[in-house]
C-alpha cells in the first residue's frame, strides 16, 4: 500500500522547486544567446563560453566570486528568511548600508577587533530592520512602504553622521584613491577578516578570506531556526495568519518584530563581511545612492524558493553573472550589460516559480482507475432480501426514511 501511495520523484514538491529555479536559469541563459547572436553572431559562442567559464577559469577568479557571493547570499538568507515568516523585506539595503556603518564605526572609530565589528553590524542591520516590524505589528502599516522608507532615511542619516565624524573619512584615516586595498590595514589591521585555513587552495588570492565560510554557517543556522525549532515553527505561523497563531496562543507582534530585526541583522551582518575584508575602501560619496545588493538579494531568494541552503548556490550563480558582465567587455565585443539582461530574464521567471512549478507538477486524474475500480461495484447483484416469516401482529412502529429527523 504504501508503494502505491509513495508520490513520484517528479512531483514531489522540493523536486519541483529545483526543477522550476533550474528552468529559470536556462530560459535566461537561452534568451541571452540569442540575443549574443542578433547583436554579434560571430561572437555568440565565445561570449556565452565567457560568461559560464570566465567566474571559474582560475582559483583566483573564483575567490573574488565567493568574495562577491558572501553578501548577496547574507542578503537573499534576510529577504529569505523574512519571506519564510510571511514578510516582504524590501528594506535590505537600508540595513545593509546601517550594518556598513556600524561596523566600521567600530572598526576605524572604536580600534576593535573583527569579530566585534561583525557583530556591530548585524546590531546596526536589525535596528533598522525593528522599524518595519513594530508599524506592520501594532499599526499594520505594510512592511514595505515602511522599509522603503527607512531605506532612504539610512542612506542619508549616515551620510550626515559621516560629515560629522572626520576619522571616519577616507582622508582621515589614511585611504588614497590609488590605494584601495590598504585603506583598512593603515586605519586598524584587527579589524580585517582571516584569510581562513582555505587561502592557500585558491593561490593566496586577496580576494579569498572567511566570510563565505561564515556565510554557510548562517545560512545552515537559519535554515535550522526555521525546520527544527518552535521558535521557527511560530514565526511562519505568524506568517501563515497571525489571527490564527494568535488564538493558539503565539504572541504575534513579538515575532513579527523578531523577524523583521533577524532579517535586518543578516543584511547588516552581509555588509560587514564586505567591507571588513580589506578589499575595497569605503567612501562617503559611495552612499549617495542605495546600494544595489540589497536589492539583488530579493532575486537570490526567489531563485532559491527562500530555502536558506539553495541560497547558497543561487548567491554564487548571481555572484558569478556579475562578475562576468564586468568581464565582458575586455574578452569579447559584447558590453558588459548584456548580463544585466539574462539576471533580468531569470529574476522575472523566478517571480513566476509558483506558476512554473504548478506547470511542471499538473498531472491527470486517474479517470480509467476510477472506472476500473468502480464497474465491479456496479455490475454486482444486490444483496438478497432476507425472506419474510410470518408473525403476529404487532404494534405499528414508526419508520423514519434518511431524509427523516434524527433518531430517537
Known amino acids: 500500500m504504501s508503494k502505491q501511495n509513495k508520490q ?13 529555479s533550474l528552468l529559470s536559469i ?15 553572431p560571430g561572437a555568440a559562442v565565445g561570449g556565452m563560453r565567457a560568461m559560464l567559464a570566465t567566474g571559474f ?15 548577496l547570499m547574507m542578503c537573499g538568507l534576510s529577504v529569505g528568511f523574512a519571506f519564510k515568516t510571511g514578510l516582504f523585506n524590501i528594506g535590505a539595503s537600508g540595513q545593509y548600508t546601517m550594518g556598513a556603518f556600524f561596523s566600521l564605526l567600530c572598526a576605524i572609530q572604536f580600534q576593535m577587533p573583527w569579530y566585534v565589528c561583525l557583530l556591530a553590524g548585524a546590531v546596526g542591520g536589525a535596528i533598522w530592520g525593528v522599524f518595519p516590524g513594530l508599524f506592520k505589528a501594532y499599526f499594520n502599516v505594510n512592511e514595505v512602504i515602511t522599509a522603503i522608507m527607512f531605506n532612504w532615511i539610512g542612506m542619508y542619516l ?3 553622521l559621516l560629515a560629522n565624524m572626520p576619522n571616519m573619512l577616507a582622508s582621515g584615516w589614511g585611504a588614497s584613491n590609488s590605494d ?44 535550522v531556526i526555521l525546520q527544527k525549532t518552535t521558535f521557527g515553527y511560530e514565526l511562519k505561523a505568524c506568517g501563515a495568519n497571525r489571527h490564527a497563531a494568535r488564538y493558539a496562543g503565539i504572541r504575534d507582534k513579538r515575532n513579527i518584530v523578531l523577524s523583521m530585526a533577524i532579517a535586518g541583522a543578516l543584511a547588516g551582518a552581509g555588509a560587514a563581511l564586505y567591507w571588513l575584508s580589506g578589499n575595497t575602501e569605503f567612501y562617503w560619496s559611495t552612499y549617495q545612492a542605495l546600494p544595489a545588493v540589497g ?16 541560497v547558497i548556490f543561487t548567491g554564487i550563480f548571481m555572484a558569478m553573472l556579475n562578475i562576468v558582465g564586468l568581464q565582458l567587455t575586455n574578452l569579447t565585443a559584447y558590453n558588459e550589460y548584456i548580463t544585466d539582461v539574462i539576471i533580468s530574464v531569470i529574476v522575472y521567471l523566478s517571480a513566476f516559480s509558483l506558476a512554473i512549478r504548478m506547470m511542471l507538477s499538473r498531472k491527470k486524474k486517474p479517470h480509467a482507475h476510477v472506472e476500473e475500480t468502480a464497474a465491479p461495484a456496479a455490475d454486482a447483484a444486490p444483496p438478497e432480501e432476507p425472506a419474510e416469516e410470518p408473525t403476529e401482529p404487532a404494534e405499528p412502529v414508526t419508520v423514519q426514511t434518511e431524509e427523516g429527523g434524527d433518531q430517537a
Open 180 to 223: 584601495r586595498t590598504a585603506a583598512l590595514n593603515v586605519a586598524n589591521p584587527g579589524a580585517i577578516l582571516p584569510r581562513g585555513p582555505f587561502a592557500a587552495l585558491f593561490g593566496n588570492s586577496s580576494w579569498i578570506n572567511i566570510s563565505i565560510i561564515i556565510t554557510i554557517i548562517f545560512a545552515i543556522l537559519v535554515w
Open 26 to 40: 536556462v530560459v535566461g541563459l537561452v534568451l541571452g544567446f540569442v540575443l549574443l547572436v542578433l547583436l554579434n
Open 158 to 160: 549616515v551620510n550626515l
Open 295 to 310: 536589492f539583488n538579494g530579493i532575486p537570490v531568494a526567489l531563485l532559491a524558493l527562500n530555502n536558506p541552503i539553495a
Open 57 to 71: 577559469s582560475s582559483m583566483d577568479k573564483l575567490g573574488k566570486v565567493l568574495y562577491q557571493a558572501a553578501p
Open 8 to 20: 513520484p520523484l517528479l512531483q514531489r514538491p522540493a523536486v519541483v522547486g529545483v526543477l522550476a
